[in-house]
């Protein structure tokens, strides 16, 4: 079993809809999880950083971690045409590399 | 990618000719990493350094060498490449101490092709 395992996609999701990516992992010590955005021909950016279990927000983003379930989430509300990217989700445990998902090609379509 | 440049940004070599990629940053992170992206295989880890002189091995390190000699330029060095390093390379940074750093901010990336 992989150690983070995500969904390569491609999803595609009408303008407007709720989009939900997801993440599996396998280690329990994974404590810090990321969200990254890749957009075509450039570097992952962070997007989204949540320590633990629970959820966080920020403007149409929220990432949600269930650590009992080895899940992680991240929902984009009101989806846009500029969110069509790779999203690498990310994450570690504490003295431990970061391990990257392989991420998940997300088109919006107008 | 504010803050970091990589060079050259494309790149075409012949099988069997050394390489140097370098890694430039402005924000004077301690540590800093070089990774490769291909289809199917996502991101993984070459060698990364924490601190100058100081580098280390990563998942997929055979064939690459690294070298640190000041805090903003890492290098990273196909001894003799091959055309199974044909890939986009990023270099990132991060300003934790260890290996456990929380995040990582990563450059442009460099794409190589090995023919």
């Known amino acids: 079993q992989k150690e983070v395992e995500q969904d390569p996609g491609p999803l595609s999701v009408p303008e407007g809809a709720i989009v939900s990516l997801n993440c599996t992992y396998s280690n329990s010590a994974f404590q810090y999880f990321m969200w990254y955005r890749q957009y075509s021909r450039k570097g992952p950016e962070l997007l989204m950083y949540?320590?633990?279990?629970g959820n966080k927000e920020d403007g149409r983003f929220t990432a949600q971690v269930d650590k009992s379930s080895k899940y992680i989430s991240l929902f984009i509300r009101d989806s846009q045409p500029s969110d069509s990217a790779t999203y690498l989700c990310a994450m570690k445990a504490r003295d431990d590399k970061i391990i990257f998902g392989k991420g998940t090609r997300l088109h919006i379509l107008p | 990618d504010a803050g970091i440049t990589q060079s050259p940004r494309h790149k075409v070599t012949e099988t069997g000719t050394p390489v140097t990629l370098r890694c430039h940053q402005t924000?004077?992170?301690?540590?800093m990493y070089w990774y490769r992206q291909d289809p199917g295989h996502g991101l993984r880890l070459i060698h990364y350094?924490?601190?100058?002189?100081?580098?280390d091995k990563g998942e997929v390190s055979d064939g690459y060498s690294v070298s640190r000699s000041k805090t903003e330029d890492f290098l990273l060095t196909l001894e003799s490449a091959t055309s199974s390093q044909t890939s986009v390379y990023f270099c990132?940074?991060?300003?934790?101490?260890?290996?456990?750093?929380?995040?990582?901010?990563f450059g442009p990336g460099t794409r190589l092709t090995v023919l």
């Open positions: 990132a940074i991060s300003s934790y101490s260890g290996i456990s750093t929380d995040t990582q901010y």
């Open positions: 924000e004077n992170h301690r540590y």
């Open positions: 350094s924490y601190g100058v002189k100081d580098t």
């Open positions: 949540t320590y633990s279990s």
